[in-house]
Structure formats: structure tokens, C-alpha cells
């Protein structure tokens, strides 16, 4: 069937001929299932990427389902990952699901946006992400992946606790690292090796790194120390190595919260990565 340029996709357990190339051919036929029982076709049959490229919201439609994997999201149009307290996340608790690729358009990871997705491990690049809200990805243990946002400006809280991320290489322009007594936005982050603090950091809250046992590198850009609660940095290991600015170095030994690391403060031209 090759010969006629056939593409068969699976609905209900039955096989459709679709003509083309610009037929999606959804490696996960619960999502294919999931978005035509949303009116995601314009033949009724299949999707194609002309009808992915329409859809700008996809609300909750995967929300606690069983879907595994979800490659084909880079050709739709959204430009956020839908979530809120009130009616949970665009993937919240899909236990199932491993992969997903973000379009480009995406700037915004809501509340919950994958909270407790606790087999994904991959959600491809976030370039472009300007937000990540509360709870976004709390609970994905499996995502051991190194977080580069070089554009984001806003990080909520919790918003990576008890992930399984490797390491924090570039949070944009944030202006905190947000924590507070019902947990921190790194904290329980078992995994992490290396964090580095922008330069516009100005405050550190409560328990934001809290437990991240095997944090072997803290780096911070900020030249003024940021604030840092007492319980920031707590359970993180003795030979954790802090680098800062190197003009800042003795400011840093001195600030309230970091003088108790005063001894492993060294300057950021001594780091060797």
C-alpha cells in the first residue's frame, strides 16, 4: 500500500487510509482516540497537520489518562501547557506517559502542568518558556534531565520538587529561587548535581534546595548576595563547593545565611567545569 502513498491510522480498532503526507501518524493511538473524540479532524477520519496547527488549547483533554507518549505535539499551536489549582494540569497524573515534544510556541508550563507524571522523562527543549507555575512538575521522578530556560523570567513554587532532575544550567532571568514552609521549589531533588543562580536572583526562600543530597556545585552569578532563608540549603551535602563572583566573595562570607557556608565560598574564576 506503500506504492499509493497510504498512511493508515487506528481508530476504534480499525484501520482508515488516509492520502498524503501531512497525515499525523500518532505512535500512541490513545492520544489519536483522545483528539478525535475532540473534534481534532477536519475529515473525521485522521488528523493532519494542517488540523493540529489549528488547535491553541488543549485544555485538560489528558489529564490522568493512559497515554504513554506524545511526540507529535510539536505540530500544534499552543503556547502554554494548561493548568490551574482549580481544575488541575493539561497532563496531570498521566502515570504512563514517558515522552512528549513541546512546540516551540509553548512559553508557559501551568500549575500542574505534569505534576506527578511519574515515568516521564523527557519533554524535549524549552527554549522559549517564559513561566513555569506552581507544582508544574512536582512528583516526576524520572525526569532526569539538565533544565536550560534561558528565557524564563518567572518560576513558581514548588515547581520542580521531588523531580529527578540532573541539574539546573540556565533559569533565565527569575528573580527568586521560591520557597516556603510547605516545601521549596528544588526541594527533595535527589539527583542534582549542579545549580547555578542568575545573576538576578535577589532572594532564595525557605527550603527551596531542601534535601538535594547529592548537590556537589552551587554556583551563583548574582554580584549582591541574594537572601537566603536558614533552611534553604539544609540536608544538602558537607562538601557541597559554593562559587561566586570573585569580587563578591568576601560580601558573601559575610551576608546573613551564607556566612554559615563562609569556609566553602570560592570564587567563580576557580570553578572548573
Known amino acids: 500500500m506503500s506504492g499509493l502513498g497510504l498512511t493508515f491510522l487506528r481508530?476504534?480498532?480499525?484501520?482508515?487510509?488516509?492520502?498524503?503526507?501531512?497525515?499525523?501518524?500518532?505512535?500512541?493511538?490513545?492520544?489519536f482516540n483522545i483528539l478525535m473524540s475532540k473534534g481534532v479532524s477536519s475529515d473525521g477520519v485522521g488528523i493532519t497537520k494542517d488540523d493540529a496547527a489549528?488547535?491553541?488549547?488543549i485544555g485538560t483533554w489528558f489529564r490522568q489518562s493512559s497515554?504513554?507518549?506524545?511526540?507529535?505535539?510539536?505540530?500544534?499551536?499552543?503556547t502554554q501547557i494548561p493548568g490551574s489549582s482549580q481544575s488541575g494540569g493539561a497532563f496531570q497524573a498521566c502515570a504512563n506517559l514517558r515522552k512528549i515534544s513541546m512546540p516551540e510556541s509553548v512559553t508557559k508550563i501551568g500549575s500542574y502542568g505534569f505534576s506527578n507524571c511519574a515515568n516521564l522523562d523527557n519533554i524535549g527543549d524549552i527554549p522559549n518558556v517564559t513561566s513555569i507555575e506552581s507544582y508544574?512538575?512536582?512528583?516526576?521522578?524520572?525526569?532526569?534531565?539538565?533544565?536550560?530556560?534561558?528565557?524564563?523570567?518567572?518560576?513558581?513554587?514548588?515547581?520542580?520538587?521531588?523531580?529527578?532532575?540532573?541539574?539546573?544550567?540556565?533559569?533565565?532571568?527569575?528573580?527568586?529561587?521560591?520557597?516556603?514552609?510547605?516545601?521549596?521549589?528544588?526541594?527533595?531533588?535527589?539527583n542534582m548535581t549542579i545549580f547555578n543562580i542568575p545573576a538576578s536572583v535577589t532572594s532564595i526562600g525557605a527550603y527551596a534546595l531542601y534535601t538535594c543530597s547529592n548537590?556537589?556545585?552551587?554556583?551563583?552569578?548574582?554580584?549582591?548576595?541574594?537572601?537566603?532563608?536558614s533552611t534553604s540549603?539544609?540536608?544538602?551535602?558537607?562538601?557541597m563547593k559554593i562559587y561566586v563572583p570573585d569580587a563578591s566573595v568576601d560580601a558573601y562570607k559575610a551576608a546573613s545565611g551564607w556566612s554559615t557556608y563562609a569556609s566553602r565560598i570560592k570564587g567563580i574564576s576557580e570553578y572548573n567545569e
Open 11 to 31: 481508530r476504534g480498532g480499525q484501520a482508515h487510509p488516509t492520502v498524503g503526507s501531512d497525515y499525523i501518524k500518532f505512535a500512541d493511538e490513545t492520544v
Open 54 to 57: 489549528r488547535v491553541t488549547n
Open 67 to 78: 497515554i504513554v507518549e506524545f511526540g507529535e505535539l510539536e505540530y500544534f499551536s499552543i
Open 136 to 190: 508544574a512538575f512536582t512528583g516526576c521522578t524520572k525526569l532526569a534531565i539538565e533544565v536550560n530556560a534561558p528565557s524564563l523570567s518567572y518560576l513558581g513554587n514548588p515547581a520542580f520538587m521531588n523531580s529527578g532532575i540532573s541539574a539546573v544550567k540556565d533559569l533565565g532571568r527569575v528573580s527568586s529561587i521560591p520557597g516556603s514552609s510547605s516545601g521549596g521549589c528544588f526541594q527533595g531533588c535527589k
Open 215 to 229: 548537590l556537589r556545585i552551587l554556583i551563583s552569578r548574582a554580584v549582591e548576595p541574594p537572601t537566603l532563608a
Open 233 to 239: 540549603l539544609g540536608g544538602t551535602p558537607s562538601d
